[in-house]
């Protein structure tokens, strides 16, 4: 006797099941409880795992750049000049480092560091933006108009 | 003037120096911001500019910096060098990595000629925006060219049946940093430096 | 490690004491002051793993200055947890309590509400008045500049002050000062 229809209920999910689900199990290796074993559970996780670590490469960058900022602020505090002056006073005198190399020179060359602050403070000085006030110390650091002439 | 600033910009010798021995001059911090009007009636700031005592004291730091220089005492070197759009600062020996495109390949030997800042433990050069062209000799090798692990750019929007994922592996050029060192003396340009990188067609 | 880079390193992550006298000063803003250095963000080498924190002793915190009519306005709230257990308490009335308590408050809520914060807290000691135990007297290294310059009174001048200061116009001496 043949049985055409039992062979009907027999429902066949596909040969590939095992690789295709142990691809997500093998990023779900390390999280907590079913979310590593079953994988209706798992296959939800590693989506959200997947979401966060595409979206924290761009807050990663925002982060150093935050932490980079935090440094130079500091740095600038020990040498009595705002942030937005350095900045300013650096830009004006044509001195592009950027937030990470100043702030590791902050950390690592602070004698470097110094001058830089010393040329921001007699660039904001002679240019006459707020925040700086003449100091006695400040005409020690000899420019003689070399930081305004353009070439 | 007893004490003077170690430090300087590249390009002192752009200053207007006058031929008189005392110089009265007026800083133009008012007239560099022709919109404000001053009303007060405060003096406008001067100083009185002594051009023998200032060569004097410039020449002074240019001869100690240069005899360090000429008899290479100045110990180890760092450099604040830009690559692609990135700036990096660099010693001696340092590892460094480029990502993206990069047409140099394994074992080329590189000079880095965009040097915003170069110094030691006793001197710097601070480039506006970068240091004269062949005063600092930053020597690389390209020493691996690879690509990057494989990094998972995955969307998703909740309920909407909106799914995307896309591998992709950035190449990166590994450079080790050979050595950092002054080519010539400090403010003394010679006439053709700077060239020998140059590739002439 | 040579000798000279061992006391370097150890120099540079040393945790430091530093003493604010916070009478006549703003709660906070001297919040936004105390809580750099709490944080260490004073110092280059600062990140917030980094644990490089110093510690900060405030004194006179019963003599801090709230702006305009705070002092009557501003109200903290507690919640004991239990039903009915919710209280408004006004400025005036929490520093009659415990005249510590706005300043910490200040700080505590100037600072970002994360699971550091606590720990950072533990390195703020506030006193009423200026009587700092010795033992932690013993460690300040540095004082903190006040945001606003405390003022003196006419009696907390010395008479050759008086005496110095510049006048306008002499008064005649049959002269009555009401």
Not at chain 1, 54 to 83: F, P
Not at chain 1, 127 to 146: F, Q, V
Not at chain 2, 154 to 177: C, G, H, S
Not at chain 3, 85 to 112: F, I
Request: charged residues 25%; proline residues 4%.
């Amino acid at each position: 006797m043949v049985f055409t229809t039992v062979i009907n209920f027999v429902r066949a999910r596909g040969p590939d099941e095992i690789w295709r689900k142990r691809r997500i199990f093998k990023l779900a290796a390390h999280f907590i409880g079913r979310r590593r074993n079953c994988y209706s559970i798992a296959v939800r996780n590693v989506h959200r795992a997947l979401v966060y670590a595409t979206k924290g490469r761009k807050l990663k960058r925002e982060d150093m750049a935050n932490l980079w900022e935090t440094r130079v602020r500091a740095g600038c505090e020990q040498h009595n000049i705002s942030y937005e002056s350095f900045r300013e006073g650096l830009a004006r005198c044509n001195i592009l480092l950027n937030r990470r190399t100043l702030a590791d020179l902050a950390c690592w060359e602070p004698y470097s560091f110094k001058s830089l602050t010393d040329i921001a403070k007699r660039r904001t000085l002679d240019d006459g933006l707020a925040g700086i006030n003449a100091d006695k110390y400040l005409d020690r650091i000899i420019t003689r108009g070399s930081l305004n002439t353009e070439k | 003037m007893a004490l003077f600033l170690k430090r300087f910009c590249s390009q002192f010798k752009n200053l207007q120096l006058n031929t008189s021995n005392t110089l009265l001059r007026n800083i133009q911090a008012i007239s560099l911001i022709p919109s404000i009007q001053n009303y007060s009636n405060t003096p406008t700031p001067f100083e009185v500019v002594d051009t023998e005592e200032d060569n004097k004291a410039k020449n002074q730091i240019l001869n100690k910096v240069n005899s360090l220089v000429a008899d290479k005492t100045h110990g180890r070197l760092f450099a604040v060098v830009h690559v692609t759009g990135k700036q990096f600062k660099i010693t001696d020996g340092d590892v460094i990595v480029i990502e993206g495109y990069w047409p140099p390949d394994v074992g080329d030997k590189i000079t880095l000629d965009k040097v915003l800042m170069a110094g030691s433990a006793d001197f710097t050069l601070i480039g506006r925006p970068i240091v004269e062209k062949g005063l600092v000799r930053v020597q690389a090798t390209v020493i691996e060219k690879t690509l990057s692990h494989t990094k998972t750019h995955f969307r998703k929007k909740r309920r909407k049946q909106y799914m995307r994922i896309n591998f992709y592996r950035v190449p990166q050029t590994y450079l080790r940093i050979n050595e950092i060192s002054f080519q010539d003396e400090i403010n003394n340009p010679k006439e053709v430096r700077g060239l020998e990188t140059a590739i002439f067609s | 490690m040579s000798v000279l880079k061992r006391v370097q390193q150890w120099a540079t992550f040393a945790r430091i004491w530093h003493l604010y006298d916070a009478a006549w000063q703003n709660p906070f803003y001297s919040a936004e002051l105390l809580k750099k250095y709490l944080m260490g963000a004073h110092k280059p080498i600062y990140h917030p793993m980094n644990d490089c924190g110093d510690h900060v002793i405030v004194i006179n915190s019963s003599d801090i200055a709230l702006p305009g009519d705070e002092w009557k306005k501003r109200v903290y709230f507690h919640h004991t947890g239990y039903p009915g257990g919710a209280s408004w308490t006004l400025a005036w009335e929490l520093h009659k309590k415990d005249p510590t308590l706005v300043l910490k408050k200040a700080v505590y809520n100037s600072m970002d509400g994360n699971l550091q914060r606590r720990y950072t807290m533990e390195r703020l000691h506030i006193f009423p008045d200026a009587n700092v135990p010795s033992n932690l007297l013993s460690n300040i290294s540095n004082q903190i500049k006040q945001l606003r310059p405390k003022p003196k009174r006419l009696d907390e001048y010395t008479e050759k002050e008086i005496q110095e200061f510049p006048k306008l116009i002499d008064l005649p001496k049959n002269h009555i000062l009401r």
